[in-house]
């Protein structure tokens, strides 16, 4: 399974919003904005909190590959 967050940071440009600025909203450290740069996994509650502060669904930030 392969993660891809190209809809945030899609996001992120269509809002006018850093990413650094959004891991200070959220409260994320920037280990975790490192590995979600690789398309590593992070927690779900990390998804969640990104999804209120950027006021949208988890679908609206991530997608999940099967690597078939």
Known sequence: MA???????????DKGITKTEMRKRVGISTNVLAKMGKNETVSMETLVRIA???ECG?????????CE
């Open 52 to 54: 209120t502060v950027m």
């Open 3 to 13: 993660v891809s967050y190209n809809k945030l940071w899609k996001l992120l440009i």
């Open 58 to 66: 988890l679908d609206d930030i991530i997608e999940i590959h099967n």
